[in-house]
């Protein structure tokens, strides 16, 4: 399976904007890939996901319109572009992955999740 290494974190001013990388390890064409976070005393977070073959897309509503995922086939490489960031979107940030089956699977921020990146420290300051 493949491992995932996060970068791309770091400190910006409310309104600001990031954005985050995960690279695969090897190829994560039948797979799907998301993006979850982390702040301390909460629980984790689902972000958003892709169906890496399919394209398709899913949002949380909590970042829905600003937070946009993308990815690079040809660099085993999904993003995570933050825009308006607030200080509430502060936390550790991790990518996420599970094989599937066919392009059409809906991936979802589920329980399916299987294999995680160390993740990223992003900061929100006001």
């Known amino acids: 399976q493949v491992q995932l290494v996060e970068s791309g974190g770091g400190s910006v001013q409310a309104g600001g904007s990031l954005r985050l990388s995960c690279a695969a390890s090897?190829?994560?064409?039948?797979?799907?890939m998301g993006w979850f976070r982390q702040a301390p005393g909460k629980e984790r977070e689902g972000l958003g996901s892709?169906?890496?073959?399919?394209?398709?897309?899913y949002y949380a509503d909590s970042v829905k319109g600003r937070f946009t995922i993308s990815q690079d086939n040809a660099k085993n490489t999904l993003y995570l572009q933050m825009n308006s960031l607030e200080p509430g979107d502060s936390a550790m940030y991790y990518c996420?992955?599970?094989?599937?089956?066919?392009?059409?699977?809906?991936?979802?921020?589920?329980?399916?999740?299987?294999?995680w990146g160390q993740g990223t420290q992003v900061t929100v300051s006001s």
């Open positions: 996420a992955a599970f094989p599937t089956w066919g392009p059409h699977v809906f991936c979802g921020i589920g329980d399916n999740w299987s294999i």
């Open positions: 090897g190829s994560t064409y039948s797979y799907c």
């Open positions: 892709i169906n890496v073959r399919g394209g398709r897309t």
